[in-house]
């Protein structure tokens, strides 16, 4: 088969590493792809979103399967451009169509579907630039900490947690008056505050069968012990040693049947990954948000633990008959850490020569936000690289991460020193 991913970041070279191994993958592409892709694949300087480019890259090449990586092409349709063109509609997709994918494009979708479908999440409502004054009165019926969310997609950045009543109300304005967000924030989505630990929980589903991968628990916030701003993650680890067996049989029965017999339902139809953000709430499991592809950093950490042909597994969600395929997973730990930018997530420079690759042992280094540059490999995003290593246990394997980083360099570089800290 020749196979496409669509993305640029550490997701797409995870998913490429996986899918190289395959016996069943012939040739591989990567639109646009990054420098670790490039090792494995042949990468295409196409944007994602840009189904035209896109389509004459797959009848030029016989290209037979198209695994989309973010969430973008997702929520603007690429599933349906494929299945409404004569000579596309052959090709497999992986990743939901359109109309599925606005519950990762619109918060307050998702927040329908799971009331609509009872299953546990945090109370809500939403408000736009004319109900303003509404959503300061909702505001002041809850308890401090107050959830902002930025009803459309915000690279990850559009979810405010403010301990203040009037800094919530400045930033309500902020987002739906001022367009802090842009027009993902037109419409923001206020919740309750839920306390509890995070963790993300994987599932596959060809939109009848499903099966649940690996859970992970990834880390968000740039500084050490969870603190300053929110990035696109910096670090992850698999399993998430506290989400019991009896724990886990509750996310499957609440949480993973409900979503995918509701998907099926609402007439949502569905093949690829369904990434369900959950916080354990006491010993109980509460949805905060539904992405419809897999996440990034988690992605590094659950499919290295993936010791099913990935390949095999697409193809059964294609024909679905997913419930045919056994998913066999491999009993060690992994985590990851993310190397970032200096400044990062705010603004930092690009194009610094990063060296030390040659020097990694027993760790396998996921590019991201890295091109090569010549003979060269230089940054070129604000997450550059994650360092993923297995062990017997979650501290075994972060260890080795660490090791191997300190054999890494590029100048302001930046990564947490705590990952796995809380658990």
């Known amino acids: 088969m020749t196979i496409l991913i669509l993305g640029s970041g550490g997701r797409e070279h995870t998913f490429a590493w996986k899918t190289a191994q395959s016996p069943l993958c012939d040739k591989l592409f990567v639109a646009p792809g990054n420098s670790g892709t490039a090792q494995i694949a042949t990468n295409v300087n196409i944007s994602v979103t840009d189904f035209d480019a896109i389509k004459d890259l797959v009848l030029k090449h016989h290209i037979d399967m198209v695994v989309v990586g973010p969430e973008d092409p997702l929520v603007q349709g690429v599933h349906d451009f494929f299945l409404n063109d004569e000579r596309l509609k052959h090709v497999a997709v992986i990743g939901p169509q359109k109309a599925a994918a606005e519950l990762e494009g619109s918060k307050e979708f998702a927040k329908e579907f799971l009331f609509r479908h009872n299953i546990p999440t945090a109370a809500y409502q939403s408000f736009n630039p004319s109900n303003v004054e509404d959503g300061y009165k909702f505001l002041e019926t809850l308890n401090p900490p107050y959830v902002l969310k930025a009803d459309g997609l915000a690279a990850g950045k559009g979810v405010l947690i403010l301990d203040d009543l009037n800094e919530a109300k400045a930033e309500l304005k902020n987002m739906l008056v001022d367009a802090k967000f842009g027009d993902a924030s037109s419409k923001v989505v206020i919740e309750e505050f839920l306390d509890g630990i995070e963790l993300s929980c994987f599932v596959l589903t060809d939109g009848k069968h499903y099966k649940i991968l690996p859970t992970a628990k990834d880390y968000k916030r740039i500084g050490e012990g969870d603190t300053g701003l929110n990035t696109g993650g ?139 540059k010549g003979e060269k490999i230089v940054t070129s995003g604000g997450r550059v690289m994650a360092i993923t290593s297995y062990g017997n246990t979650y501290k075994e394997a972060i260890k080795k991460s660490y090791q191997n980083i300190d054999k890494l360099h590029f100048d302001k570089m930046n990564y947490r020193k705590d990952i796995g800290f809380d658990l």
């Open 234 to 372: 910096m670090g992850a680890v698999s399993p998430v040693p506290f989400a019991t067996k009896e724990f886990l049989t509750k996310i499957e029965e609440q949480i993973v049947k409900p979503t995918v017999t509701g998907l099926a339902k609402d007439n949502l139809p569905y093949k690829g990954f369904i990434f369900i953000g959950l916080i354990k709430v006491g010993d109980d499991p509460k949805v905060i948000e539904y992405n419809v592809r897999m996440g990034d950093p988690e992605t590094e950490v659950v499919l290295p633990r993936l010791k099913t042909d990935i390949v095999e597994v697409f193809k059964a969600i294609a024909e679905e008959r997913l419930n045919e395929i056994n998913i066999e997973i491999d009993e060690r730990a992994a985590t990851t850490v993310m190397l970032v930018s200096g400044g990062y997530p705010e603004s930092y420079e690009k194009g610094k020569e990063i060296s030390g690759l040659e020097h990694v042992e027993n760790s396998i280094v996921f590019h991201a936000g890295a091109i090569e």
